[in-house]
């Protein structure tokens, strides 16, 4: 079946530490997005890419970087996490059309120790 | 701007009982509205969609009718099961520019046995 997978499920990192969570597509959708979760919450969208063109939303730290190699993976590199970054981390595609829904992994959670 | 808002849970329901969650939203132009439904320690899946007024949409039971004049998109089903506690989600996206989509609050669904 076609669908998006993350990798790791569970992550676990050292404060300050750099670490970097992975997502694949067998969609072959030309968008693709980063969301961070918090407790069930919305998930807050901090990048997304329209083929190889990367979006950055206005709120999102530097501290979070992307990476696109080639339409079928996307990589989320968080530099120096600090405690606040642990949440849920999700990755989502979608076709060309923007009115379709997103089709999303089932995520990484993320812990900081 | 665009938004979302939905009823704020958690919403606790014997098996058996009827379901609403009540969505409304603002947006310019005709959006697409989504429900999206997240079970414990998994990514969001689409449960159904609507994409022009007096759509409505079903699946699973779950059902929601786009209601322009009010501009509400509430969820609804008639005899909840405890395999239905969950995280729900209303969201839309529009049909020009950004990919994005916006997602309401969420709102806890806890079915008892």
């Known amino acids: 079946d076609a669908m998006v997978i993350q990798n790791p499920r569970y992550q676990v990192t050292q404060f300050g530490k750099p670490v970097t969570l992975s997502c694949s597509q067998t969609l072959n959708h030309n968008v693709m997005y980063w969301y961070q979760q918090k407790s069930s919450q919305a998930p807050k969208l901090l990048f997304h890419y329209y083929d190889k063109d990367f979006n950055n939303e206005a709120d999102t730290p530097d501290n979070f970087q992307s990476r696109r190699p080639n339409t079928s993976f996307c990589f989320l590199d968080i530099r120096s996490p600090g405690l606040g970054d642990a949440a849920m981390y999700l990755c989502?595609?979608?076709?060309?059309?923007?009115?379709?829904?997103?089709?999303f992994g089932d995520g990484t959670r993320l812990s900081i120790l | 701007g665009n938004s979302v808002t939905q009823m704020e849970g958690p919403v606790t329901l014997s098996e058996e009982a009827f379901l609403t969650i009540n969505c409304t939203y603002t947006a310019t132009g005709y959006p697409s509205l989504f429900w999206y439904v997240q079970y414990p320690g998994e990514g969001l899946q689409l449960l159904l969609k609507a994409t022009k007024a007096d759509d409505k949409g079903s699946n699973k039971g779950f059902e929601a009718t786009y209601r322009k004049e009010t501009t509400s998109f509430h969820l609804e089903k008639g005899s909840v099961q405890v395999s239905d506690s969950a995280v729900y989600f209303c969201?839309?996206?529009?049909?020009?520019?950004?990919?994005?989509?916006?997602f309401g609050a969420g709102t806890r669904l806890f079915v008892k046995a």
């Open positions: 969201a839309l996206s529009r049909n020009t520019g950004g990919f994005k989509t916006i």
């Open positions: 989502a595609t979608v076709a060309n059309r923007s009115n379709q829904p997103q089709h």
